[in-house]
């Protein structure tokens, strides 16, 4: 009797096993069969009822069966995981034959593209690239400037104040008093950075807008000096047959003060639309240091001089890139960027 029922159950659970499509379904198997409450479990309480000498060859025969559905069971685990395995490996692969989609890389921009000519030709001639603070005191911004507080000068930079004496640049000419400051002499330095005016936007105004300051300060220098320097700039910039003109001019911290044209570079002088018929481009304000910013700085006017220059960056850009707005150098699209 038992024997048949033993039977019965090792074809059953052998079937069942068969048709275990998945995990799940053969750990249903595995509790149906050999769980706490499952078939074996059953049969072992009927153990009680053999007699004495049927006990162990019934025992033993419930113990083979037992371990060759465990050893089934076990068998087809491995297969199905298996199986499964395969199936991820497969949806896994990759093909290394499919070309790369590519990124996006950045460009640089027509600011940066024209200062890094900018700052090449000075480095030629021997400068150094320095940088100053943005967040100033009116003291380096104005007063060491030769700019007192009741000068117009103070008007026409519209200031932005953060709080008392404390002020965004209006110019980078602050980097020259901090230089001298130093006290390491003779200067030879290029000063690259943002400053700010309370303008409105316009095609040629914004509120933060970058200068490049220079300053050279030696014994026996002249006008003549400031003249060669800047005009071997002006070659390097658009071109070795460029010409300069200096214009007199006021700033406060410079005497004499000029402002440097170059002839246009896209008629050469004649006259066109790109320099408005005049021939002649407006690129610099400069001057020679005023003896009395020399001298608030710590520096004798009678044993050193200086001349100095102040450089629009995004005229520079805008000129020699023929850009001819100024808000699109601040909207960073990188079809426009690309361009250059
Ligand atoms: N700081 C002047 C400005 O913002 C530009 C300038 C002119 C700088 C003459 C100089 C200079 O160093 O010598 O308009």
Redesign the pocket.
């Known amino acids: 009797m038992i024997k048949e029922r033993l039977e019965k159950i090792r074809q059953d659970a052998l079937k069942r096993i068969q048709g275990g499509e998945n995990l799940d379904k053969l750990n249903q198997v595995r509790i149906d069969f050999l769980g706490k409450k499952g078939e074996f479990s059953e049969v072992m309480k009927s153990l009680k009822e053999l007699s004495k000498e049927d006990r162990p060859t019934i025992g033993a025969m419930i113990n083979d069966t037992r371990k060759e559905i465990e050893a089934e069971l076990e068998r087809a685990r491995h297969k199905l995981e298996k199986a499964v395995r395969e199936q991820r490996l497969k949806s896994e692969t990759i093909d290394v034959t499919l070309p790369s989609k590519g990124f996006d890389l950045g460009h640089a921009h027509p600011n940066q593209i024209a200062l890094s000519e900018i700052a090449r030709i000075f480095i030629g001639m021997g400068y150094e690239v320095v940088e100053g603070p943005e967040v100033e005191r009116d003291y380096y911004n104005f007063e060491a400037l030769n700019i007192p507080a009741d000068h117009p000068a103070k008007d026409e ?1 519209d200031t932005f104040y953060v709080e008392g004496d404390i002020l965004l640049r ?4 602050g980097t ?1 008093i901090h230089e001298m400051e130093k006290g390491k002499l003779p200067i030879r330095m290029i000063s690259p950075g943002r ?1 700010y005016r309370s303008d409105e936007v316009d095609a040629t105004h914004s509120p933060c807008f970058h ?1 490049v ?3 050279l300060i030696d014994k026996d220098v002249s006008f003549s000096d400031l003249k060669g320097t800047l005009r071997e700039f002006a070659r390097g910039l658009f071109g070795e047959d460029t010409k300069v003109k200096f214009r007199p001019h006021h ?1 406060p ?2 005497e004499p ?1 000029a402002e440097m044209d170059v002839s246009c570079f896209k008629c050469g002088g004649k006259g066109c639309r790109f320099c408005k018929g005049e021939g002649w481009i407006e690129i ?4 020679m240091v005023h003896p009395h910013v020399l001298e608030m700085s710590g520096i004798d006017p009678k044993e050193y001089r200086g ?4 450089i629009g960056l995004e005229r520079i850009a805008l000129l020699k890139y023929e850009i001819d707005d100024m808000r699109l150098l601040y909207e960073n699209d990188i079809r426009f960027l690309r361009q250059f």
């Not at 209006?170 to 000419?173: E, L, R, V, Y």
């Not at 001349?307 to 102040?310: D, L």
């Open positions: 930079q209006t110019q980078t000419s020259q400053v200068q300051e220079g300053l700033f911290f410079t003060s610099l304000g400069c001057g001349f100095a220059f102040g």
